[in-house]
């Protein structure tokens, strides 16, 4: 029983690691966006 409840929460852990992870390569993909924005608008002005 208690073996169970242990590996239950590791699976638990590991959803929630792998939920952090997925948002923090969004966050990581909205950087690159505005930097690739911000990038194309500045080559744009200068020409």
């Known amino acids: 029983m208690g073996n169970y409840s242990t590996g239950y ?16 390569l969004s966050y990581v993909g909205l950087a690159i966006l505005a930097a690739a924005t911000i990038f194309v608008v500045t080559i744009a002005l200068r020409h």
Do not use: N
């Open 9 to 24: 929460l590791a699976r638990d852990e590991r959803r929630e690691r792998r939920k952090r992870f997925q948002r923090k």
